[in-house]
Structure formats: C-alpha cells, structure tokens
C-alpha cells in the first residue's frame, strides 16, 4: 500500500466520522489506487549536461558551442544583452522540454522570429548528455526550434528514437530543472495554485490528491443531481399553480416537500379527474321520466275515479263515517262527563250511545267501501308524487340553471290537490331534464379539456417521480460524502505540509543566505486551500512583524524568494536531472544580496551542474572576490549573427579584448 494511504487509513480508524463517510473515503482511496492511468515507467537514470551546439536559433546564426562539463559544478554563462547567451538558455529548455517557457502564449509573429535570419540551414541544437546508465554517451537533437520542435535521441553507434523513450516526462513537470527570467518573476506574481500544485506533486501524496479529487467530483454530481431535481420542481410548481384541476394544488402540496414520496406523486399522475369540481355533474341524474309520468297518470286516474263516486251512498257513507269516527274519538278521547261537542250538553254521550254508534260504524264502513279505495288511491298517488320532488344536490352550483330548474320543480312538495300536483309534474319536468342533460353535457366538455390540460403535467409529474429516487438517494449521501471530502482533505493537506517541511527548511535556509541587509524573515511555508483557491502561504516577519509576504517584498526580494523555492525543488533526491539551467537570476537584486546568490548557487554545485546565464557582471564579480568555484563563459556576438564563446577567468583580458 502506497505510504501516504496507508497514513491516511491509520488516521481514519480514530477519526470522528461517521461510518458512512468512512466509506466514502476508503472507496475514494481504493479508486484512486487502483486507477489503472498511465503505466508508470522506471525512474530515469540521473543525467548531466555536456557541451551545447546551437545552430540557425535566435541570436545564433552560423554553429556555436557552449562547451559544458558534465559534471557538478557551477557554471557561470556571461554576455552583454543580445550577445546570444539567452539563445542558448532557450534553445536548451526547448531541446529537453519540446517547448520555451519565453515564447509560450506569444503571437505567431513573434514565434517566426526565433528564427535566424543570418542562417542558411534549419535551426537545430544537440546537447551531449552524460546519463548514468552504462550505455554510454548520448546526443539529444532538436530540429527546426523556430518551427515545430522535433527531438530525438542518438547514442554512438546507434540510430535515432524518439525522446519519449528516455522517459522524463513526468520527472520534468515535477522537478523541472529550468528557472528562465520569465518565470523567475511569475513563480510568485503568477496563478497561486500553480506554485502549489508544482510543490506538491514532490511530495508523493498524488494518491491523496486523486481520492480528494473523486469525492469531490462526487459531491459536485450530487449537489447538481439535487440542483436539477430542484429545477425541476420549481418548474413544476409553477406550471401546476397556473392550472385549475384540483389534482395540481395536491401535486404542489407533494412537491414543496424536500421528502416527497415519489410514488405518491407517480400514483396523482395517473388519477383520473373524478375529484374535479365538475366531476360530479358527470353522474348527475334528474327524476325518472317514466316514473313521472307514471305519478302524474295515477294522479289523474285516482281524481277520476273519486270524481264518479261524488253524491253516490258510498260518498255519503264515507263522510258520515268519517263523522261518526270523530265522534266516538271525541267519547274516547274527550274531556269527559259525556259533553256533547255540539251543544254542549252533560250526560249525552254515554256507553249505549258509544254502542249504537260502533253498530252503525261497521254498517256505514261497508257501504264506504268503494269511496275509502278511492280516497286512498289518491292519499298514495300524491305520496309517490312528493317522493319524486326532491331537493336539488347539492354539487348543483349556486345560481346555475340546472338549479333553478330542479328548485322550481322542487316547489311541487306544497301542493296536495291531486290535479293541481300532476299538472305541476308535466309542466315542471321537461325543462328539468333539459337542464340536466345540458349540465351533464358540458361537465363532460369541460372534465374532457381539463384532461386534455391536465396530461402534459401528468406526463411531467410522472417523470419527476421516475428520477426523484435518484434525487433521494443523492440527498442522503451527500452528508457523508461531504464530511469525507472535508476530513480527506484536511488530513492529506497536514501530511502534505509534513512532507514539504525539509523542503520548507532548506528554502528557509537558502533565504537567509540571500536576504542580505532585508528586513523580511522568512517563516514556515505551507500548502493551504482546495480547489482554485490552492496556494502557498508564505509567513514573514517585516521588522519583527507579521506580515503578507508578496504584499511588502520588493521585485528583488520576490526573486530571491523564488530562487528559494526553486532550488530546493529541483535539486530534490528524487529527480533524475543532476542540473539546473537558470537565466538572468540577477536583475532586480542589490549587490548585498547577490553575493548571498554567489554563495547559494556556489553550495547547490557542490553535487549538482548549477548553469547560470546572466549579463550581469556583478555576479561572476562576486564569485572572485568571495573565491567560489566557478567556470565562467564569455558569449560574444559578431557580424553576421558569429556567436564566440571563451572561457573568461580574467576581467583585464576580457576588457581589453571587448576593446578591440
């Protein structure tokens, strides 16, 4: 298991996490490690610069060399400005990089005069290497430099392969041996995640930075999963807020909820209208036409047949029993003493009377006989007639026609003339009907449009709940994937620091040197942020005080403070290239301070191939006096783009020969 990791799953173990975000952040690891990328190739063998010969390239018309040795040491390229030193510190950086940090993000105008206008031939360069791999001496070709770069690589006796095959490309993007001047002034003026991101892919927690990675791609596809669900909701409700059906308020009720229950929702989509407002004049039914015509022809049969049976015996006996009947009512019933409801007289009604008049009774009943059937048949044919005139229901809307029909045939209860009731039936009925029928029609009109409107927000609701699950499942495992996001990075951020804190040191170390007569104190330097907001936190005391570093440097203090940071960097353990190329380190920095350079550059060569190009004089000035170990070169530019370059160790013989 990779250290890092294995680091990490120590620290889980004790961490106040719940299980959930455990899980997050081990499956998180596992991916990261088991991420098949690139197939890692062995580490490159360690590789020194030998002699450079450059050719057609900027400055440089006709072939010079620059005759390095490839060996630790310090190497100190000097020449005034436009002399072509620079050409050969590019054409170097293009040979092993395939690119120039110089012309990088330039217009193509700019890039067409790389060119040499002095030179018959293509541009070309071959830097000698010295790799400590027991094959050899090797060349690294680099053709058409002002054009598209192509490099190869020739050892003796061999052909050509491309220079891939050496494989530095991933040691070069983490130990980048190669400060130009333009990036001296943007290590700490340019985009702050860089500086970061190039500190830490040394620290080997590329692991870490993987796993970190995917649970936030992972907490970034859920936050969005719940961003669209919430779109998708707003949208809903307020498609559903401009409908009238009733289903919608219910749908908007589901849907405010964050825990809506999707199969509620899915079942709503597919509910018929029957809960509308209009759903119930569908069903609406008037009185039975059959029936009413059968109540109002019995009407008008029962008043017939009493009608034939007016001044008949069986009439007469049937009102003179009806009297006869109240009479003994009054004997049962009454007050009492036998008081004549007539006159009034006491004792006049006594149990022989009571006696007389039942004998009568039975004989009256039976001439009424006739009479009490038709009486009866009209007492029931008016019944069934009331039973028929029924109050309107009341999903009849107030003031509708259809109510005021059923009211007006309603008001038939308070007749009790069998004549003046059945004609109430034919009058009243027919618009009844019609009011019924039309009710029902357009019910059926309006439910059939209201369906009609309502499929598009079934057809929306249905799919909102088809994806709402996923929804769900997202909302309740973002909580754990953002408490791992959060302790991963944390946790690798504090072992990245732990890591950087050597490297740190030596930065600190080498500041000191260079900070000649500064008031600025460099302190620890960290990796801080996530995300875009990664940077390097430089802490500085300014007379004792605290400080923001950038804010209060001047230009010559942020370069030594760069050349802090790169030097460590690429003289690392771990990176295969035994050399540094540096251009123009100088500029900007008092001469207290390049004398600190002197010294720093002159203990990196102690076990490195430190080059340094500069037309500076102050700095091969300070490498005399302070008695450093240096081989200088002197690169003088003639007519013609001739590029001269000489070993200069005595200042008197380099002036007099700039002289002549």
């Given at each position: 298991?990779?250290q890092?990791?294995?680091?990490?799953?120590?620290?889980?173990?004790e961490?106040p996490?719940?299980e959930?975000?455990?899980?997050?952040v081990r499956a998180?690891?596992r991916?990261a490690?088991?991420?098949?990328?690139?197939?890692r190739r062995?580490?490159?063998?360690?590789?020194?610069l030998?002699?450079v010969?450059?050719?057609?390239?900027?400055?440089i018309g006709a072939e010079?060399t620059?005759?390095l040795?490839?060996a630790p040491?310090?190497?100190?390229?000097t020449?005034?400005?436009?002399?072509?030193?620079?050409?050969?510190a590019?054409?170097?950086?293009i040979?092993?990089?395939?690119?120039?940090s110089?012309?990088?993000?330039r217009s193509?105008?700019?890039?067409?005069?790389?060119?040499n206008?002095?030179?018959?031939?293509?541009?070309?360069v071959?830097?000698?290497l010295r790799?400590a791999?027991d094959?050899?001496?090797?060349?690294?070709?680099?053709?058409?430099?002002?054009?598209e770069?192509?490099?190869?690589v020739?050892?003796d006796g061999?052909?050509?392969?491309?220079?891939?095959a050496?494989g530095w490309g991933?040691?070069?993007?983490?130990?980048r041996?190669f400060?130009?001047?333009a990036?001296l002034g943007?290590?700490?003026?340019g985009?702050p995640?860089g500086l970061?991101?190039?500190?830490?892919?040394i620290?080997?927690?590329?692991?870490l930075?993987?796993?970190e990675e995917?649970l936030g791609?992972?907490?970034?596809?859920?936050?969005?999963?719940?961003?669209a669900d919430d779109r998708v909701?707003?949208?809903l409700?307020?498609?559903l807020?401009d409908?009238?059906?009733?289903r919608?308020?219910?749908?908007?009720?589901?849907?405010?909820?964050r825990?809506?229950?999707?199969?509620a929702?899915?079942?709503l989509?597919v509910?018929?209208?029957g809960?509308?407002p209009d759903?119930?004049?569908?069903?609406?039914?008037?009185?039975?036409?059959p029936?009413?015509a059968e109540?109002?022809?019995?009407?008008r049969?029962a008043?017939?047949?009493?009608g034939?049976?007016?001044?008949?015996?069986a009439?007469?006996?049937h009102?003179?029993?009806?009297?006869?009947e109240?009479?003994?009512g009054?004997f049962e019933h009454?007050p009492?003493e036998g008081?004549?409801?007539?006159?009034?007289?006491?004792?006049a009604?006594d149990?022989v009377w009571?006696?007389?008049?039942?004998t009568?009774l039975?004989?009256?009943?039976?001439l009424?006989e006739?009479?009490?059937?038709a009486?009866?048949?009209?007492?029931l044919a008016?019944?069934r007639a009331h039973d028929?005139?029924g109050?309107?229901?009341d999903?009849?809307?107030?003031?509708?026609?259809?109510?005021?029909a059923?009211e007006?045939?309603a008001?038939?209860r308070?007749?009790t003339?069998?004549?003046?009731?059945?004609?109430?039936?034919?009058?009243?009925f027919p618009p009844?009907?019609?009011?019924v029928r039309?009710a029902?029609?357009?019910?059926?009109?309006?439910?059939?449009?209201a369906?009609?409107?309502?499929?598009p927000?079934?057809?929306?609701?249905a799919?909102?709940?088809a994806g709402?699950?996923?929804?769900g499942?997202?909302a309740?495992r973002l909580?754990a994937?953002?408490?791992a996001?959060?302790w991963l990075?944390a946790?690798?951020?504090?072992?990245?620091?732990?890591r950087?804190?050597?490297?740190?040191?030596?930065?600190?170390?080498?500041?000191?040197?260079?900070?000649?007569e500064?008031?600025?104190e460099l302190?620890?330097i960290?990796?801080?942020?996530?995300?875009n907001?990664?940077?390097v936190?430089f802490?500085?005391l300014?007379?004792?005080?605290?400080?923001?570093?950038l804010s209060?440097?001047?230009?010559g203090?942020l370069?030594a403070?760069?050349?802090?940071?790169f030097?460590p960097?690429?003289?690392s353990?771990?990176s295969?290239?035994?050399?540094v190329?540096?251009?123009d380190?100088?500029?900007?920095?008092?001469?207290?301070?390049?004398?600190?350079l002197a010294?720093?550059l002159?203990?990196?060569?102690?076990?490195r191939?430190?080059?340094?190009f500069?037309?500076d004089?102050?700095?091969?000035?300070?490498?005399?006096?302070l008695?450093?170990?240096?081989?200088?070169?002197?690169?003088i530019r003639g007519e013609?783009?001739?590029?001269?370059?000489?070993?200069?160790d005595?200042p008197?013989r380099r002036?007099?020969?700039d002289?002549e």
């Open positions: 298991m990779d890092a990791v294995a680091t990490v799953a120590d620290r889980l173990v961490s996490l719940s959930a975000a455990r899980t997050e998180a690891l991916g490690t088991e991420s098949p990328g690139p197939r062995p580490d490159p063998a360690p590789v020194l030998g002699p010969t450059v050719r057609g390239f900027r400055g010079a620059l005759p040795r490839a040491g310090l190497t100190l390229v020449g005034r400005n436009g002399s072509g030193k620079s050409s050969f590019e054409a170097i950086e040979a092993l990089t395939g690119r120039s110089r012309s990088t993000g193509a105008i700019w890039r067409d005069g790389l060119r206008l002095h030179a018959d031939e293509p541009s070309e071959v830097v000698r790799i791999d094959s050899g001496p090797a060349r690294l070709i680099c053709r058409d430099l002002a054009g770069p192509r490099t190869t020739a050892r061999e052909g050509e392969i491309p220079a891939e050496l991933p040691a070069m993007a983490t130990f041996p400060l130009p001047y990036e943007q290590m700490m003026s985009q995640s970061h991101d190039a500190l830490a892919s620290l080997g927690t590329d692991v930075g993987a796993a995917r791609e992972s907490e970034r596809e859920l936050r969005e999963a719940l961003r909701r707003d949208g409700i307020a498609e807020r409908s009238p059906d009733g919608a308020a219910r749908a908007i009720t589901l849907l405010r909820d825990f809506a229950d999707p199969a929702v899915r079942e989509s509910e018929e209208a809960g509308a759903g119930a004049l569908l069903a609406l039914a008037g009185p039975d036409a029936a009413v109540a109002a022809a019995e009407l049969g008043t017939m047949q009493l034939l049976l007016a001044g008949t015996k009439e007469r006996a009102h003179l029993a009806g009297l006869l109240r009479a003994i009054h009454g009492g008081r004549c409801p007539v006159c009034g007289e006491r004792d009604l149990d009571a006696e007389d008049v039942r009568e039975a004989a009256l009943r039976g009424a006739p009479a009490e059937a009486h009866e048949r009209v007492r008016v019944r028929l005139l109050a309107p229901p999903a009849l809307p107030e003031g509708s026609s259809v109510r005021a059923w007006k045939w008001a038939g308070s007749l003339d069998p004549e003046e009731l059945a004609g109430h039936l034919e009058r009243s009844l009907e019609a009011a039309a029902r029609t357009e019910a059926a009109a309006a439910m059939e449009e369906e009609a409107a309502w499929l927000l079934a057809a929306r609701l799919g909102w709940a709402a699950d996923a929804a499942r997202a309740a909580p994937v953002q408490a996001w959060q990075t946790e690798a951020q504090d072992l990245r620091n732990e950087l804190r050597p490297l740190a040191d030596r930065a600190t170390e080498i500041w000191r040197r260079l900070r000649h500064s008031n600025v302190g620890p960290r990796l801080q942020g996530v995300r907001r990664r940077r936190d802490d500085v300014v007379d004792a005080a605290g400080s923001a570093a209060v440097m001047s230009q203090e370069h403070l760069a050349l802090s940071v030097l960097r690429a003289t353990a771990d295969p290239f035994r050399f190329v540096i251009d380190p100088v500029q900007s920095m008092d001469p207290a301070k390049v004398d600190g010294e720093v002159a203990a990196a060569a102690e076990d191939q430190v080059i340094v500069t037309h004089t102050r700095l091969p000035e300070a490498v005399r006096r008695r450093l170990p240096a081989t200088v070169f002197e690169v013609g783009s001739v590029v001269l370059v000489d070993e200069a005595d008197v002036a007099l020969r002289a």
